[in-house]
């Protein structure tokens, strides 16, 4: 025994060894995947004490394990990964604290949450739980919201941060309780006895309770519905610029906006010419009324799609433009989209699985009208090759097999890729016709208005109802498809910038291009294959890795690929 013993202490200290020696930047960063994923499947709750000190010790942990790498000796892509993994755990931390911050200034609206919390923690490793005992927390607790909720109705003084928070908590509660019930109801006799009738009630209660701090958030100045039935907070000018330079975005909210102003002015020039070969002179609103009216009748839009997809395909490999694994190729499909998800995206959307936006049966005439009109084979023929190939359905297959260990995804990469592929077949020259060149026109125009309508909703100068209008007035949207991306972008499901970052992220692959292709340095193969290995990085991090730049540790965002 003593043998074999040492012969298994001998053995972890060699693994121990190698272990340490294997701690370079893949390594790290695959560990820290897997390490967190872990922690998140086991504190499961959200905006829980617990899980948030957890969290706070294991980013920590890992700034502390970067911080022992040797930078010197690091490669210009191990450079970048360090930076980019620092940034992502140091904002990690950040985050915690803002979310301690409100918890705690809310925590008052929730009596016996810890003791909810602390049952939840139990019954991880299915410990036995006092039933009675927990049976008189939830009417206590029950009692007690109750109170709380006649008090949040009349509550004055909350901001919307921490109404947010309130609603939050609550989910997270409820999904503690739920979590509870589930793993003892039926199992243990006590728990059975004891618990069914407080679980209803504190179940009934909390979901209630939800609905008071949604009801607040939704009458809070700014959340009001202006007509356009369509809530949203701005987050103001401080917090856009925090964010684009969380991005590596060097541009400021209104150099931004003027780049949408040019880009636009282009598109407005180029719109004048198709709209005068079609014979409507500088009335581009009838040649695109003239467009929209060419939309197939229900049922035939998934064969657009496909005639639309092949010609994409077989102009990309013409012009030898990217590689496109055979699998890839073989294994994206179709779906239909759902009614109510064509509320929020009236348009189709990408990757492994195209969904197709077109009507339904059951949807009013005029919805079904304008569904069809905004999903015409010219708009749509702008926006196969963004949703498949080489955009989304390329980036995640690759992304898939390339550097999986990245964890950096950003929209400026993932969106401005697709949006690029946009801007590089029109100048290749792929719209054949007036029409398909207005079709092009309409979803440049749109990726403009993104910028232009969400910075000034952000910076508070824009209105719900006044984005809207824009969309309508400006890039010709059908009105319904218009609110749908309103709501889209100000929900609350997508970063502020993500609206910004399709012409912004495209702009900076088309500047990459200039300097790599256009110079005579790489072919358009070379290139587009390079970037599709390396994984969803900030666009100028593509660059640094590209171009061979060998980074500081302190590196802060500088590259200027607009000229204004």
Avoid at 353 to 370: F, G, R, W
Avoid at 414 to 428: K, P, R, T, V
Avoid at 431 to 451: N, T, V
Wanted: with cysteine; net charge neutral.
């Amino acid at each position: 025994m003593k043998v074999i013993y040492c012969l298994l202490t001998a053995g972890c200290l060699i693994a121990g060894r190698s272990f340490a020696q294997e701690k370079d930047m893949p390594a790290l960063q695959q560990h820290y995947n897997a390490d967190r994923g872990s922690l998140l499947r086991f504190y499961r709750i959200e905006n829980a004490p617990e899980r948030r000190d957890r969290l706070k010790v294991f980013y920590n942990d890992y700034l502390q394990q970067l911080n022992g790498l040797d930078f010197d000796q690091l490669s210009v892509g191990e450079r970048v990964e360090y930076v980019l993994f620092k940034r992502k755990l140091q904002d990690e931390v950040r985050q915690l604290e803002i979310e301690e911050t409100e918890y705690k200034q809310v925590a008052d609206w929730f009596p016996q949450a810890d003791k909810i919390y602390a049952s939840e923690k139990l019954r991880r490793r299915g410990t036995k739980q006092d039933a009675q005992a927990l049976a008189l927390t939830l009417r206590e607790m029950s009692i007690g919201l109750q109170e709380k909720a006649k008090q949040l109705s009349t509550a004055k003084g909350l901001n919307i941060v921490q109404l947010r928070r309130g609603a939050a908590i609550t989910r997270g509660l409820q999904a503690a309780l739920h979590s509870v019930h589930e793993f003892y109801e039926g199992y243990d006799p006590q728990f059975t006895w004891w618990i069914p009738a407080p679980y209803k009630q504190l179940d009934s209660v909390l979901k209630a309770y939800g609905e008071i701090w949604q009801q607040q958030i939704k009458t809070m100045p700014g959340g009001k519905d202006d007509g356009s039935g369509i809530a949203g907070y701005p987050i103001g000018r401080a917090e856009l610029v925090r964010q684009l330079q969380s991005e590596l975005i060097p541009y400021s909210p209104e150099e931004l906006i003027d780049i949408a102003n040019k880009e636009f002015a282009f598109c407005d020039a180029e719109m004048l010419k198709a709209s005068e070969e079609m014979g409507f002179g500088k009335d581009w609103h009838k040649a695109m009324e003239k467009v929209k009216n060419t939309y197939v009748p229900a049922g035939e839009q998934p064969d657009v799609i496909m005639k639309i997809y092949d010609e994409s395909m077989a102009f990309l490999k013409e012009k030898n433009l990217i590689t496109i694994p055979p699998l890839a190729a073989e294994t994206w499909r179709m779906i239909m989209m759902t009614p109510e998800r064509q509320l929020v995206n009236p348009f189709f959307t990408g990757g492994e699985v195209l969904s197709i936006s077109y009507p339904t049966s059951d949807m009013e005439e005029a919805d079904k009208l304008m569904s069809m009109r905004g999903n015409n084979p010219h708009f749509s023929r702008a926006t196969v090759h963004h949703e498949l190939f080489a955009g989304h359905a390329l980036e995640e297959f690759m992304n898939n097999r390339y550097k999986t260990y990245r964890n950096f995804d950003t929209p400026f990469w993932i969106e401005g890729w697709s949006l690029y592929w946009e801007m590089l077949l029109w100048d290749m020259k792929f719209p054949r016709s007036p029409e398909d060149r207005i079709g092009m026109l309409f979803w440049r125009m749109h990726r403009c208005a993104r910028i232009l309508f969400s910075l000034n909703y952000h910076l508070g100068k824009w209105t719900p109802q006044q984005c809207i209008d824009f969309l309508v007035d400006r890039v010709g949207h059908e009105r319904a498809n218009a609110a749908g991306e309103v709501r889209r972008s100000f929900k609350g499901d997508y970063s502020p910038l993500y609206q910004v970052a399709y012409m912004i992220g495209g702009l900076q692959f088309m500047a990459l291009k200039k300097e790599l292709v256009d110079s005579g340095k790489m072919t358009y193969q070379q290139y587009h294959d390079a970037v599709m290995k390396e994984n969803s990085l900030p666009v100028e991090m593509v660059r640094v890795i590209l171009t061979n730049q060998r980074i500081g540790k302190d590196f802060k965002t500088n590259w200027r690929f607009y000229k204004l």
